[in-house]
């Protein structure tokens, strides 16, 4: 079973930032969080992933809580094209060994005019 | 980032026949490489895991004789859905992990069986 929980559904108007939230309240010490994205009939798609510290790259921001329970998917200018569904993933196993992923059910973001 | 493509993007069969599925890595050798199952308005089901050179490993509930799973190379798997039945229609992903062990997906394979 997936060890997260996300709201099901998001919508954020253009031009806004996205912030989507992700609970992982059961999270292990090695465990990594990690954020993809699937837009319709398509591959998932990396975003971003993070220990402890926050991160950022050119997709988006990723803010863990200092007890590392929950986090926040931050796209800061969001776009048409950034409709989709994320899913918040604990990785298990830990960043360096190669671990499943094990989905959940996500959030779909609709991104509206 | 890496590139994972598969192949068919999508395949119709008929009832009881076999269906082969490929995943390559095509930049990257790839350590591992993961099998996953969508059902429409649902989320992704790992099927198995794969490495080089060695026996699949399976998902609870996952029939193993029934989904083939060759890792023959560094940047080929093969699933193979054998005697495929309409139940079995779904969207098929694959994604590999190379040396940094991130994972990227392939397009995946879209599967009707009539």
């Known amino acids: 079973d997936a060890k997260t929980t996300q709201p099901p559904s998001m919508d954020c108007a253009e031009g806004r930032a996205a912030n989507l939230p992700c609970n992982h309240s059961?999270?292990?010490?090695?465990?990594?969080v990690y954020w993809y994205r699937q837009i319709h009939s398509q591959g998932p798609q990396y975003i971003i992933h993070?220990?402890?510290n926050n991160e950022t790259n050119e997709m988006a921001s990723l803010i863990i809580t200092e007890d590392r329970k929950s986090s926040t998917l931050i796209l800061p200018h969001a776009t048409l094209r950034d409709t989709a569904v994320y899913y918040c993933?604990?990785?298990?196993?830990?960043?360096?060994?190669?671990?499943?992923?094990?989905f959940g059910q996500g959030t779909e973001l609709s991104v509206k005019p | 980032g890496a590139v994972v493509s598969q192949h068919p993007s999508w395949v119709i069969c008929k009832s009881g026949t076999s269906v082969k599925i490929e995943c390559r890595s095509l930049?990257?050798?790839?350590?591992?490489m993961f099998w996953y199952r969508q059902f429409p308005k649902q989320s992704l089901m790992l099927m198995a895991t794969?490495?080089?050179?060695?026996?699949?490993?399976?998902e609870q509930g996952v029939e193993k004789d029934k989904f083939l799973i060759n890792h023959a190379s560094l940047t080929l798997s093969t699933l193979t859905v054998t005697s495929a039945h309409p139940e079995d229609s779904s969207f098929y992903i694959c994604?590999?992990?190379?040396?940094?062990?991130?994972?990227?997906f392939g397009p995946g394979t879209r599967l009707t069986v009539l």
């Open positions: 994604s590999a992990t190379g040396l940094d062990n991130e994972q990227f």
């Open positions: 059961t999270i292990s010490g090695n465990e990594y």
């Open positions: 993070g220990l402890k």
């Open positions: 993933i604990v990785r298990v196993g830990g960043g360096n060994q190669g671990g499943k992923l094990i």
């Open positions: 930049d990257f050798q790839a350590t591992t």
């Open positions: 794969s490495n080089e050179g060695s026996k699949a490993t399976y």
